[in-house]
């Protein structure tokens, strides 16, 4: 299997490509800078082309779409900016509509072609805690884009999922997180094994729960 993932230079991105590599897969990290392999930035259009153009006609078999920032957390209602809703909305929305995008004629190439969207239980409509608000509605558009874009390239064999992958421990999880980062990449890859055009548009947790939307 051929696997992109994005946002692979730490966190859950890393353990993901970290372990389909030991399970003999082809990967490629992407990041803002080179340390994943790849660099892509995924809000900028001209390094998606770029990408795109390094994989060539190689067909792609998984995509990960999983970079994504938190900028908000703990941040008080008075302290936003339309800066911090620009760079939210621009990593974990725009970025990940414009991979699906730049990446879907390489998905097209292969035999049983999944993408995966790493969205949050924070794009929960029922759950509203309050706060995070710019991240709470980056996480709903994404898993709306997954929804939608389930619905439109099914009729091609292409399934799309997207997940919640607990309260990771890592960089933007913090320390308090629930579970490490290889419990969750093991609960995501056994998901993504799952996934196909039968179960396309799910939403389902990393220990395999469908989420309440
Ligand atoms: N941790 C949790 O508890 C938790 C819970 C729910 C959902 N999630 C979601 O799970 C995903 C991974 O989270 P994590 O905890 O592993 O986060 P993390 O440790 O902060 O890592 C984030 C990754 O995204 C990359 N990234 C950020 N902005 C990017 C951009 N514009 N272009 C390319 N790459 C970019 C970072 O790479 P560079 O900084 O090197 O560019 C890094 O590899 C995120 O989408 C997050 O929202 C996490």
Redesign the pocket.
């Known amino acids: 299997m051929h696997a992109v993932i994005?946002?692979?230079?730490?966190?859950?991105?890393?353990e993901l490509a970290e372990r389909l590599r030991e399970q003999g897969h082809e990967v490629r990290g992407?990041?803002?800078?080179h340390?994943?392999g790849h660099r892509?930035?995924?809000?900028d259009p001209g390094q998606q082309a770029r990408f795109a153009a390094e994989i060539g006609e190689r067909p792609v078999d998984l995509l990960v779409c999983?970079?994504?920032?938190?900028l908000d957390k703990g941040m008080a209602l008075e302290e936003y900016t339309a800066e911090i809703w620009g760079q939210s909305l621009g990593?974990?929305v725009t970025?990940v509509f414009l991979t699906v995008q730049a990446l879907l004629p390489k998905l097209r190439l292969a035999q049983e072609p999944k993408i995966a969207i790493?969205?949050?239980?924070?794009a929960s409509h029922h759950r509203a805690p309050g706060g995070s608000y710019a991240y709470r509605a980056s996480?709903a558009a994404a898993l709306n884009i997954g929804r939608n874009l389930a619905t439109d390239l099914k009729p091609e064999g292409i399934a799309v999922g997207i997940y919640?992958?607990?309260?990771?421990r890592?960089?933007?999880?913090g320390e308090e997180?629930d579970i490490s980062v290889e419990e969750s990449a093991a609960g995501l890859l056994a998901e993504f094994e799952k996934l196909s055009v039968e179960t396309t548009g799910c939403f389902n947790t990393w220990d395999g729960r469908p989420h309440q939307y």
């Open positions: 994005t946002g692979a230079s730490r966190g859950i991105g890393r992407t990041a803002r800078g340390s994943a892509l930035d995924v809000t999983n970079a994504g920032v938190y990593a974990n970025g790493i969205s949050s239980q924070m996480k919640h992958p607990g309260w990771v890592t960089d933007m999880g997180g």
